[in-house]
């Protein structure tokens, strides 16, 4: 085998040229240039990328570039399929070899490799167990070794799976090729763990933004089951095609069937089906047979549609990467999409449960090896199934004994097979002379990852407690700094600023925003007819060179990068103020398209006969009384919160026009006593504090007065 090494190498072919011809674009998206451009230096890698970013180009292309095969590891055989559909309909030759290729084919792929018969293969990782598959692929000449979902190989990563760990011996075995490591979603430290795992000589390292800028995040507080469902009703009437993903597999059945009760089309897929079943669920969902998928959230669906317009999460996920990378499914065709968590701490149970799962503790590893030479054969097997473990060694979590087990086959202690005939892994002693007591675990590498894992657990609830915006939130978490607001998850759309008319400035963004739409609109007899969403419209304002808006041409058009100076999160909150003051119009349909109103047309055209809810640039306002910070009070908080609700509802405004909940905050903080003090908290202007404010230092007082 034929290795590479981090130093530039002959190319059949030039990236731009392989670009437009085996994929008919002209320029590359946001990021891949460069990364393009370090792999085909001949450079190790780790890419991190948003899901849509274009991420399976990156390795594709240089692999039309060198001689050679490129091998990909995948962890999920339906989009390890799709991937290799996908490239042989456009003509490259591609191929895979996963559990479902019998080994006859195997071989015939095998020798294809050899002889220059395919330019890249997918391989599931867990070939990589099997020495007899490193063997065959003596004579491949391996030009570049690529592995998707990295995070996987992280034990700190929120999809840790142990096959991943081989990968950094399989790539000595096949010659230490250079290698590329690319995922969607990984902190600081599973990175870290990637590069270390992997053994990536002298690597670059390009971390895309994981900015979602069409998707529109919220979490619902829920009491109770039937409020649950009752959020996933209107959901799904409001979006039709989408995501829920649940917990556990009775979750998933008992939401899909209700769903089924109402008249919608939905699928079930989690991993207690059959291969075959999860197979046609897929293909239905695809096919747009049926509009909802109902999957487990701890299970790797392999289910992509495009045009995704929501994903729920029925219960709480595990950690932030989980969420992000599922709520990523929706709007990955650019244009706007809704991901809504549906919280209830006491689903943290459900959770806090497969922690305990993925890290047993060193005595319930030592208790399963006791029970496996307790009943192994002469030849040192033992063929029971994951229930009759657990029984035996005295444990009550099955999902365990599945994680002792992963431990103990990469300690070197066991090893697992396939027993013929039967549903069944069996298990074989590979140190049957090693007693129970003298095993040799890293006691500190257990507890570590489970402290980990909860630590993960609680950013999780955190968040879904905290009152910031949703993505700046998790940008941060990913160590993303000095991360904006995003303009529209549900924090953002209730913070909403003060309803007033333009000042110059603002007149003139208000008229750049509405041509935009107009340029991305039809004019019709009867008025104006759209063609994007809001997603793409913003987009193309800010100058993105996203696939999306540059696969439709729209950086070609005269407003493209307009209101590039402005941000993300200030132009979705315009956007939405323009909608709701009634300049833009949103078309109901498949797709949420937006374009002018006759209102919206005359003011692109210089009316200021309109006033708006402004976003907040995060600039403070206040007069010139300084005010004393007593320390954010939450209760009190929560009591002006409520005194807001009831106001707004008699007023029969949204409660963010009362007064955001930044100003609610400096209220709670400052505490002020009279008109004067009031005045001088950000947020409260004149006309407000004569409707309002009166009520708010009243009860203020009382809460002081309470508290002595």
Not at 155 to 179: I, K, N, S, T
Not at 209 to 220: C, D, M, V, Y
Not at 465 to 493: H, K, M, N, P
Not at 634 to 640: E, K, M, V
Request: aromatic share 8%; net charge negative; hydrophobic share 40%.
């Amino acid at each position: 085998m034929s290795g590479a090494s981090s130093t530039s190498k002959p190319l059949v072919q030039a990236p731009l040229e392989a670009l437009k011809r085996h994929f008919g674009h002209d320029g590359f998206l946001d990021g891949q240039e460069r990364v393009v451009s370090e792999i085909v230096a001949g450079r190790d890698g780790l890419v991190v990328m948003p899901t849509g970013g274009g991420k399976s180009l990156c390795y594709q292309l240089p692999a039309l570039c060198f001689e050679g095969v490129t091998l990909v590891v995948s962890p999920l055989i339906a989009l390890m399929k799709d991937q290799v559909d996908a490239l042989v309909e456009k003509g490259i030759p591609a191929t895979l070899i996963n559990s479902t290729v019998p080994w006859e084919e195997q071989r015939e792929r095998l020798h294809g490799m050899r002889n220059g018969a395919y330019k890249l293969v997918y391989v599931a990782p867990e070939r990589f167990r099997a020495e007899s598959f490193l063997r065959a692929l003596d004579g491949v000449e391996v030009s570049l070794f690529a592995v998707d979902e990295a995070h996987c190989l992280s034990q700190w990563g929120h999809d840790f799976r142990p096959d991943y760990m081989r990968l950094g011996r399989a790539l000595e075995a096949v010659g230490r090729p250079q290698c590329v490591a690319l995922t969607a979603t990984a902190t600081p430290v599973v990175r870290e763990d990637i590069l270390k795992v992997l053994g990536l000589r002298e690597p670059f390292e390009v971390v895309s933004g994981f900015s979602r800028p069409n998707l529109s995040l919220a979490i619902t507080a829920v009491d109770k089951k039937a409020q649950k469902l009752a959020r996933v009703r209107e959901v799904v009437g409001a979006h039709r095609t989408g995501i829920v993903y649940c917990a556990t597999r009775r979750k998933v059945e008992e939401v899909s069937e209700t769903l089924a009760s109402w008249g919608m089309k939905a699928i079930a897929y989690h991993g207690g089906m059959s291969d075959t079943e999860r197979e046609e669920a897929q293909e239905v969902f695809l096919q747009r047979k049926a509009d909802v998928a109902v999957a487990t959230n701890a299970f790797g669906m392999g289910i992509d549609r495009a045009d995704v317009r929501f994903v729920i999460h029925y219960e709480v996920p595990g950690s932030i990467e989980a969420y992000y990378q599922e709520a990523g499914r929706a709007g990955r065709d650019g244009e706007s999409a809704v991901c809504e968590l549906l919280f209830n701490y006491a689903d943290t149970r459900t959770q806090e449960f497969f922690i305990e799962g993925a890290n047993p503790g060193a005595q319930a590893i030592r208790d399963i090896y006791r029970y496996l030479l307790d009943e192994a054969d002469d030849e040192h097997e033992v063929q029971r199934s994951i229930e009759d473990i657990t029984e035996g060694a005295g444990l009550k979590n099955g999902m365990a004994v599945g994680s002792a087990l992963a431990t103990l086959v990469r300690s070197g202690y066991i090893e697992r097979f396939d027993v013929p005939g039967k549903r069944l892994r069996g298990t074989r002693l590979k140190r049957p002379d090693v007693f129970p007591e003298a095993i040799e675990l890293d006691e500190g590498a257990l507890e570590e990852k489970e402290r980990r894992d909860r630590e993960k657990l609680k950013a999780m609830v955190e968040m879904c407690y905290a009152r910031s915006c949703r993505q700046q939130w998790i940008l941060e978490y990913f160590g993303e700094e000095d991360a904006g607001t995003c303009g529209c998850c549900d924090v953002c759309r209730d913070d909403g600023g003060d309803e007033r008319e333009a000042t110059d400035e603002e007149h003139l963004i208000v008229r750049k925003a509405l041509s935009g739409v107009a340029r991305m609109s039809r004019r019709r007899s009867t008025g104006w007819e759209g063609r994007f969403g809001r997603g793409k419209v913003v987009m193309m304002l800010l100058g993105s060179r996203s696939q999306e808006v540059v696969a439709a041409g729209l950086d070609k058009l005269s407003t493209y990068g307009l209101l590039r100076e402005q941000g993300s999160g200030y132009l979705n909150g315009l956007f939405r103020a323009l909608t709701e003051a009634g300049l833009i119009r949103v078309e109901t349909g498949e797709y949420p398209l937006i374009t002018l109103s006759e209102r919206g047309e005359r003011v692109m055209q210089g009316s200021r006969n309109y006033r708006l809810a402004w976003p907040d640039r995060g600039q403070p306002a206040g007069g010139a009384v300084e005010l004393e910070d007593r320390g954010f009070d939450p209760g009190l908080y929560s009591a002006l919160r409520e005194l807001r609700s009831r106001l707004a509802k008699a007023a029969g405004v949204p409660p963010y026009v009362v007064f955001s909940n930044r100003t609610l905050e400096a209220l709670a903080r400052y505490q002020p006593r009279d008109l004067e003090e009031g005045l001088a908290v950000p947020g409260v202007g004149e006309v407000k504090a004569q409707r309002y404010l009166r009520s708010f230092l009243d009860a203020i007082r009382d809460w002081s007065q309470c508290r002595g």
